[in-house]
């Protein structure tokens, strides 16, 4: 079974449009969405939800007055002001409280509970395509990497499940936290980026990420010919860095079409698109 996760050191570089065309061309494969925070992978691949599951990432504390005694304590450690005080009684904030436990350990009384808070929800869906896995962390919520992990685990289960050979893996953008649980321990990256200052700038950042866990990586510009200047100096940085440019793609007005109507641009797109994405999943299959 080999992982290979789509990144993008930012938003909108057309990563979930590659991801997707790339999952209507690849055979025997799982596909996750996992940019749990606004997925939107399921947007273009027409999912029907098989299993649902009930993702539990983060603590909240709560109160037991019929221990507490209202010494403040709690109050005078939390860190973050979700403690405060009204008439006799301390209570706590549920959106201010990040359930770091603090309270919890230097309460006198052992008055005060953590509990475990139910963040987010992870599906198993059938498409078109083949399964995917994707998710929807709740607004405001925490421990987007921890659901990533979540969500790639159970494509692993999957995948051996099935006897499916590939993971296909749209990233979150960035370098942040869910970043890090999408490319830590995945086969190989394919780092989508654009030919603007903001796109070369982050490509570099989230390529140290993936070098620094020994992740093989590889490039496709998107929208290559909007600025053939930065163009030329993203394949400038790729041959400094011994860097493989597997894909360049135009702009071209009907990707945007075919995403407005929900569909994967390969399946409406011109033949040299459709041997630019074909091509692109041969070199990874390669790797």
């Known amino acids: 079974m080999k992982e290979i996760v789509i990144a993008s050191g930012k938003g909108g570089t057309g990563k979930t449009v590659i991801t997707a065309s790339l999952g209507v ?37 709560s109160i037991d007055y019929g221990k ?35 309270c919890y350990l230097v309460c006198p009384q052992q008055a005060i509970k953590l509990e475990i808070e139910e963040t987010g929800e992870f599906f198993v869906s059938s498409t078109p395509y083949g399964p995917l896995v994707h998710a929807q962390l709740g607004i405001a919520q925490e421990n987007s990497g921890k659901l990533v992990s979540v969500v790639r685990e159970k494509a692993r289960e999957l995948a051996v499940k099935e006897g499916l050979e590939y993971i296909l893996i749209d990233g979150p953008p960035g370098i942040g936290c869910p970043v890090i649980s999408a490319l830590s321990g995945v086969n190989t990256a394919l780092i989508v980026t654009e030919p603007t200052l903001s796109g070369i700038h982050d490509m570099e950042r989230v390529i140290g990420v993936a070098h620094h866990f020994g992740v093989k990586v590889f490039l496709l510009i998107n929208k290559f010919d909007i600025n053939p200047k930065n163009c030329y100096q993203i394949e400038e940085f790729a041959e400094q860095n011994n860097i493989e440019v597997i894909g360049k793609i135009p702009f071209q007005e009907k990707i945007i079409d075919a995403v407005k109507q929900r569909i994967p641009p390969v399946e409406v797109m011109d033949e040299s698109f459709k041997e630019t994405i074909i091509e692109t999943w041969e070199r990874l299959r390669e790797a």
Do not use: M, S, W
């Open 68 to 102: 507490c005694e209202n010494c403040g304590k709690c109050q005078e450690f939390c860190r973050f002001g979700a403690i405060y005080k009204e008439g006799e009684k301390y209570f706590i904030d549920e959106y201010a409280c990040e359930g770091c436990g603090v």
């Open 25 to 61: 061309v690849a055979e025997n494969k799982v596909l996750v969405d996992a940019d749990v925070d606004a997925a939107n992978l399921h947007l273009l691949v027409t999912p029907k939800i098989q299993e649902t599951y009930t993702f539990h990432g983060g603590r909240k504390a």
